[in-house]
């Protein structure tokens, strides 16, 4: 689908399963389990699903997924095989490999976000997307290299340090326009500096939600993760992000829903609930 000058569309980077009760905070599974089924150990599926932005010259990657460094332990707590993470296979489908990746907007360092920036090349670990350009909050990166204590389990260091060691990591200072015609969108309730792509088009423009609103489920404003670093802070990032949405008629990319990708919204009485589904 088209947003000004770019081609968006959604690339498939693995599946893993979370615990249901973290993705969904203080509700109820009676409630959420409506949503989104649990298996008998309370795990959900949830997708690693990036947005590639292809344009203006640029084939830009937002998120790389989990990737395929993960420890057998990690492996087995997010039910991740060998068959799970498949990123090349998901830009084989638009005819690219690694190598066409021009630029990697990170939106956040927690591994199942940042893992695929960074592969194992005779026995290094490297860029995993070799000519490109990678882009993280400064707010963030900091916050990845000295985390808070409950933080520090969703950081791992080979997934970032290897791309500042290369001289490939620009750190941006709060919101700008990267490119001409996407802007970055800066929260902080997730984690510090947690950074959205805005890919704007004349009638409707694409907002890469990431984990401020991972499925399509998490659009009610209580309706939010355990894993969130300031509760109260996401709630009122929410809702502002929310009335933009609605008002500029923006498109919600879920990078974690198990089924739909993105979506519009639409106005229910005082609330804001989910439109009409989106195939990128
Ligand atoms: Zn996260």
């Not at 947005?51 to 395929?68: E, K, M, Q, S």
């Not at 000519?131 to 933080?151: D, R």
């Not at 993760?225 to 008629?249: C, G, Q, V, W």
């Amino acid at each position: 689908m088209k947003f000004g000058k770019y081609e968006c569309a959604a690339v498939e980077l693995g599946d893993f399963l979370l615990d249901g009760g973290a993705m969904f905070g203080v509700v109820p599974k009676m409630l959420w389990e409506k949503k989104i089924p649990a298996d008998n150990k309370n795990l959900i599926p949830m997708k690693a699903r990036s947005l590639l932005i292809r344009g203006n010259g640029r084939n830009i990657l937002v998120d790389a997924g989990p990737g395929n460094k993960l420890s057998e332990k990690m492996k087995k707590i997010y039910g991740i095989d060998d068959r799970s993470i498949y990123a090349g296979a998901g830009l084989l489908k638009y005819g690219l490999t690694i190598n066409d990746i021009t630029d990697v907007i990170i939106t956040h360092l927690h591994f199942d976000h940042a893992g695929g920036s960074t592969s194992i090349r005779e026995k290094k670990t490297v860029p995993a997307f070799p000519y490109a350009k990678y882009y993280i909050q400064k707010t963030q990166f900091e916050a990845a290299v000295n985390p808070g204590p409950g933080e520090a389990a969703s950081f791992t260091g080979d997934d970032f340090m290897p791309l500042k060691e290369s001289g490939v990591l620009n750190l941006l200072d709060g919101p700008c326009e990267l490119f001409s015609g996407i802007e970055i969108l800066v929260t902080d309730g997730h984690t510090k500096g947690q950074q959205h792509p805005l890919v704007k088009g004349e009638e409707a423009s694409l907002f890469f939600c990431a984990d401020l609103i991972p499925t399509s489920a998490h659009i009610p404003l209580s309706w939010r993760m355990a894993y969130d670093n300031h509760p109260l802070t996401i709630i009122n990032e929410k809702s502002e992000i929310l009335s933009r949405a609605f008002k500029e008629n923006w498109i919600l990319f879920f990078e974690h829903d198990p089924v739909t990708a993105a979506a519009y919204i639409k106005q229910d009485g005082k609330n804001i609930v989910i439109g009409k589904t989106v195939t990128l």
